[in-house]
């Protein structure tokens, strides 16, 4: 299985902030990350795909990048519908992994 | 309306068992991976099994792999879980997911709203 760490797990940040969040593969994934977005009490929602794409109706303030085991989701200004929990995941193989996720919270 | 709604949660003892059901709906189901993702309360998503368009290949998570057998009716645009020998470890959100394909990186697209499975005595 490929194991997929997710860093920092939370962080607090101010609206107008950018924000980074870096996910580790443990083996080479090529472009197959993925990143999505939770809300509490709600399903996840699908961000980026193929770790650089912006999937239809995503602001353009949400960005991706990175190849082969490190990857990066990028928030530049920050709204504050954008404080929730954020997950990577790996589709290059079965079983699909996620990472353990990355709370962001209101400073 | 792409979507999808999952029904079937419930409360059951350990080592009881419980089918979950997902309905599809706007799109052409039967040319899309279908896939089981859950999530224990407070904790993050675990993928627990996918089944290919026509039914035909399906994998598992170690953890369920014997216990849960997943299936779909393509006539009735429908995807399930069957659920047996239940554990306490078992409770939590099961959510249902449309892959794409290559196109996009196999990326689950479309989400159910989810259902609560809660395994007590």
């Known amino acids: 299985d490929i194991q997929m760490t997710q860093s920092p797990s939370s962080l607090s940040a101010s609206v107008g902030d950018k924000v980074t969040i870096t996910c580790r593969a443990g083996q080479s994934i090529s472009d197959f990350l993925n990143w999505y977005q939770q809300k509490p009490g709600k399903a996840p929602k699908l961000l980026i795909y193929?770790?650089?794409n912006l999937q239809s109706g995503v602001p353009s303030r949400f960005s991706g990048g990175g190849s082969g085991t490190e990857f990066t989701l990028n928030i530049n200004s920050l709204q504050p519908e954008d404080f929730a929990t954020y997950y990577c995941?790996?589709?290059?193989?079965?079983?699909?992994?996620f990472g353990q996720g990355t709370k962001v919270e209101i400073k | 309306e792409v979507r999808l709604v999952e029904s079937g949660g419930g409360l059951v003892q350990p080592g009881g068992s419980l089918r979950l059901s997902c309905s599809a709906s706007?799109?052409?189901?039967?040319?899309?991976?279908m896939h089981w993702v859950r999530q224990r309360p407070g904790e993050g998503l675990v993928w627990v099994s996918r089944i290919y368009g026509d039914g035909t290949a399906t994998d598992y998570a170690d953890s369920v792999k014997g216990r849960f057998t997943i299936s779909r009716d393509n006539a009735k645009n429908s995807l399930y879980l069957e659920m047996n020998t239940l554990r306490a470890e078992d409770t939590a959100i099961y959510y249902c997911a449309r892959a794409g394909d290559t196109t996009n990186f196999r990326a689950f697209d479309i989400w159910g709203q989810g259902t609560v499975v809660t395994v007590s005595s």
């Open positions: 193929g770790a650089s």
């Open positions: 706007g799109f052409t189901f039967s040319i899309f991976w």
């Open positions: 995941q790996q589709t290059y193989s079965t079983p699909r992994t």
